[in-house]
């Protein structure tokens, strides 16, 4: 994880820091036996059973996957944007406003949030909720957000538009956080200083799924693609869930609600059980395909049978 102060997660009414609650999973997942590895996966051979997983040194075995490898907020690779102390990361800019955006430092404040897509415009108008007054700061002269998120956001009397900006480093102290940013205008070059108290970097996520590339059904983003009731990906047994297949909601306890189907999933399909892939046809560890329409097996090799009762039970 990699927010500090998590103020939303169930459970907490004062709120925890994200490395405390982190230990708190650790110790949990412990009790009951889970061992850890701390290594670097590498690449990854899902083409053949059991699964194999490389980290530099070591080669893993597994019948059954589960991907947790989360997505990462795109960063403007600006001066001031990296986490304290090196920059004001964590101090006064964020690249979650539902995460921090209710937070005290950026109440009745003045914000910046930089992006022209649908996740600039959420973020904005979420942020009125709580600020004074939102700037986005785009670097073109219109968004590339949809219509409908467009017209929210400008019909919001709290939201200004500065076009055709770029933010080129966020300034501040180390004791009041960010004090305002440097822009530049792209068409004239015009360079000028404005002031505010927290900037919202929104230019989008990236999955962390580079490794899976090829052999795991994608989005045009590259988040793996699961079906929605179950956390099962195109190759059975391959489980994924969090950030790494949701692109809407990307918290920390719909990341641990869907990381709890994926545990349940892999236990079903290592007890023998079929589950559901992102087609809607169910398959077992044996390799059974069950058809969507639930009216057929088809087994290993090829054969078609009807999935209906036994006769002697439905006699009984
Ligand atoms: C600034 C910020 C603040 C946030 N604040 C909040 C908040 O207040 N409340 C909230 O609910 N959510 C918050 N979030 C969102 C929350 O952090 C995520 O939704 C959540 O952590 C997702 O969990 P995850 O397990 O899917 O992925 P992550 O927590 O991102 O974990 C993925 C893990 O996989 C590891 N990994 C990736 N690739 C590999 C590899 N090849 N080999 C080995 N390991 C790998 C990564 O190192 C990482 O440890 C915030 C996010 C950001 C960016």
Not at 14 to 24: A, F, K
Not at 229 to 241: D, M
Request: overall charge negative.
């Amino acid at each position: 994880m990699i927010t500090t102060d998590v103020e939303n997660y169930p459970g907490f009414s004062e709120g925890i820091q994200g490395p405390d609650l982190m230990v708190e999973f650790r110790k949990q997942a412990e009790r009951f036996g889970t061992e850890f590895l701390e290594e670097w996966i590498t690449h990854v051979d899902l083409q053949q059973r059991p699964f194999t997983l490389y980290t530099d040194d070591k080669i893993i075995k597994a019948d059954a996957l589960i991907i947790a490898s989360g997505a990462s907020a795109k960063w403007l690779g600006i001066p001031g944007e990296a986490k304290t102390p090196h920059g004001f990361g964590g101090n006064g800019v964020s690249a979650c406003a539902t995460c921090d955006g209710p937070l005290p430092a950026f109440r009745n404040k003045h914000l910046i949030v930089v992006g022209g897509g649908d996740t600039a415009m959420e973020e904005a108008t979420f942020l009125t909720r709580y600020a004074k007054r939102v700037f986005v700061v785009h670097r073109r002269d219109k968004l590339r957000a949809s219509k409908i998120m467009q017209e929210k956001a400008f019909r919001n009397d709290k939201i200004e538009f500065i076009w055709n900006t770029d933010v080129t480093a966020i300034i501040g102290t180390n004791e009041q956080g960010v004090t305002g940013v440097d822009l530049r205008n792209v068409e004239t070059g015009a360079e000028s200083v404005m002031n505010c108290e927290g900037v919202f970097i929104a230019i989008g996520h990236k999955p962390n799924t580079h490794l899976f590339k090829g052999q795991l059904d994608m989005d045009a983003v590259g988040y793996i693609i699961t079906n929605g009731h179950s956390t099962g990906t195109n190759i059975p047994g391959v489980f994924a869930c969090g950030d790494v297949q949701d692109s809407v909601y990307r918290q920390a306890v719909t990341a641990a609600g869907t990381g709890c189907m994926a545990a349940i999933d892999a236990e079903r399909f290592l007890d023998h059980l079929p589950i559901e892939l992102p087609s809607g046809e169910e398959v077992t560890i044996e390799g059974e395909h069950i058809t969507p329409d639930r009216k057929l097996i088809i087994t290993p090799d090829g054969e078609v049978i009807p999935n209906e009762p036994e006769a002697a039970l439905v006699e009984e």
